[in-house]
């Protein structure tokens, strides 16, 4: 079983920056594909980024395109978001997700596994 665990949520002004880290169990962490989603109250879970497998292939929503960027260090079976001009419209509480086939996906059905979620809060 998988287990994904996230950090480095908080508090930032507006256009700041914070790096979230998603931290994974088990050894077939590397074949996976990964992804990042948030969720802002009252509203539906949304896709942020994802990579495959190799980190090769990323793919990005449009709203983050530019600002944020997804990476992942399989030795240390960690993915990262790297967000940077973060906004108030950025604030919601940020998912990390893995993909047992190894593929980019912005759908979350495709997901297997996921974490319990950091809060990201942008202040004005």
């Known amino acids: 079983q998988v287990q994904l665990v996230e950090s480095g949520g908080g508090l930032v002004q507006a256009g700041g920056s914070l790096r979230l880290s998603c931290a994974a169990s088990g050894r077939t962490f590397s074949s996976y594909g990964m992804g990042w989603f948030r969720q802002a109250p009252g509203k539906e879970r949304e896709f942020v980024a994802a990579?495959?497998?190799?980190?090769?292939?990323?793919y990005y929503a449009d709203s983050v395109k530019g600002r944020f960027t997804i990476s992942r260090d399989n030795p240390k079976n960690t993915v990262y978001l790297e967000m940077n001009s973060l906004k108030p419209e950025d604030t919601a509480v940020y998912y990390c997700?893995?993909?047992?086939?190894?593929?980019?996906?912005?759908?979350?059905?495709?997901?297997?596994?996921w974490g319990q979620g950091t809060q990201v809060t942008v202040s004005s």
């Open positions: 990579l495959n497998w190799r980190g090769r292939s990323t």
């Open positions: 997700a893995a993909e047992e086939d190894g593929v980019v996906s912005k759908i979350p059905s495709r997901y297997d596994h």
